[in-house]
């Protein structure tokens, strides 16, 4: 699969943990997150992540931030984005069957490294339900008119 991942300073080190646990898997990683510490601001990343996955670019998106708030709401501003922020894997796996969530987001200071490997690869491994889902997730695009 071709991944997106995005980040900010607070996640430098979750972010390459997670890129190369996904290379690993055999996976194209393509990243444009921040890779050294020093500040940036997590808006036009969230943002880049979201516009490479809405356009199909990247078949999916991870963001990592501090928390996952911020950039989840930046990615969450684009149009077909639904990205969700998970620190724990029964959230991801329903953001993917009932949500059918395109971007899972999560924070470098709140899950560790094997938590947010376990978020990714359940998030990855649940398949979207469709079906009653899919009238929700239609309400959701009709907000975004
Ligand atoms: C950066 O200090 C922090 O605010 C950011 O990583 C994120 O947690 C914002 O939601």
Redesign the pocket.
Known sequence: MKIAIGN????VELKFIIKEHLEAKGHEVLNVGANTTESVD?PAIGENVGRMVASGEAEIGVLI???????SIAANKVKGVRACVCSEPYTAKLSKMHNNSNIIAF?A?VVGSEMAKMIVDTWMETEYEGGRHQRRVDLLDAIEG
């Open positions: 900010d300073h607070a996640a997590y931030c501090g928390t996952g708030v911020g950039i924070g200071r």
